[in-house]
């Protein structure tokens, strides 16, 4: 189908299918990509078996979510463990094919209000992962969260401070994720996509919709169904220099409980309205 040739589904959009079924979802649609998620790629039997049905369905893994969690204190059991965790992410992206690993940075440690220290120890973590991923032909991706993520989620709140720390490393080991529910409010945001540019690892959209659920992280809506301007935030990401995957990607209990082939079909019509034209 024209139009469609750099869009993925990252199978977080349809939660309740395996991989393999998000894979023949895909496939039967025309969506030509897919984007995996750890717990199912294990579901599936391993990163091997995960990269054999995807290459069975004639499919390309855009990326492998996630990695980081990077702010437990230095020293702490739960700083190595999530630094070997990081490692595996890695091999296993690198066994799927896929050269992008996205990276969530991790919220506060419990007990501590330390931002600044915080934020440090997603530096030190990616210095110390940065040339492992490179080994393996894997660039980490830091994807910048919300504010309101920042406690929980991502002491990376912003484009600016995620290109921050990854100009400190070579552009084909650390790059960025834009992400249109996390960054479209960023007054700075067209500067820093512009500033971006080569490190821009992955595209990801949906819309910011209101009002926010309970669960703020379940706020996503399909692209097209609330505020975000797409079309010139699109062009500013080509502008940049980025050609790759477009993946959408929704968490919603709404799109959840949905057929999976109906949510792909959605998926599709929005994608060339309001994100193929620009």
């Known amino acids: 189908m024209s139009g469609i040739q750099r869009l993925s589904l990252n199978q ?15 496939a039967d649609a025309g969506i030509p990509a897919i984007g995996l998620w750890r717990d199912k790629v294990a579901e599936a039997g391993g990163a091997a078996r995960a990269a054999e049905l995807v290459r069975d369905a004639g499919l390309t893994v855009s990326s492998l979510c996630r990695g980081g969690f990077f702010t437990a204190p230095l020293g702490s059991k739960a700083r190595t463990a999530a630094l070997d965790d990081n490692r595996s992410a890695i091999e296993e992206a690198a066994v ?12 506060l440690p419990e007990g501590s209000r330390d931002l600044p220290a915080a934020r440090e120890r997603v530096r030190d973590a990616l210095a110390e992962l940065a040339p492992f991923a490179g080994a393996h032909g894997v660039r980490l991706a830091v994807e910048p969260l919300h ?5 929980d989620r991502a002491v990376v709140s912003t484009l600016g401070q995620a290109l921050d720390l990854a100009e400190e490393f070579p552009v084909e080991q650390v790059g960025v994720v834009v992400d249109s529910y996390h960054v479209w409010w ?8 512009a500033r971006a540019g080569a490190r821009i690892a992955a ?22 169904d ?53």
């Open 96 to 107: 799927l094919g896929t050269d992008t690993l996205v990276l969530v940075c991790g919220g």
């Open 147 to 151: 504010p309101m993520f920042c406690a």
């Open 12 to 26: 977080i959009t349809t939660r309740g299918w395996t991989l393999a079924e998000a894979a023949r979802g895909c």
């Open 186 to 193: 960023d007054p700075e945001l067209y500067a820093q996509i």
């Open 203 to 224: 595209y990801q959209v949906c819309d910011w919709t209101l009002p926010l659920p309970a669960d703020a992280l379940l706020g996503r809506g399909h692209v097209g």
């Open 226 to 278: 609330g505020v975000i301007d797409f079309p010139p935030l699109s062009r500013a990401v080509a502008a940049a220099g980025y050609a790759g995957w477009i993946e959408v990607e929704l968490f919603n209990q709404d799109v959840w409980d949905a057929p999976g082939e109906r949510t792909l079909r959605e998926v599709i019509e929005r994608h060339l309205k309001h994100i193929a034209v620009s």
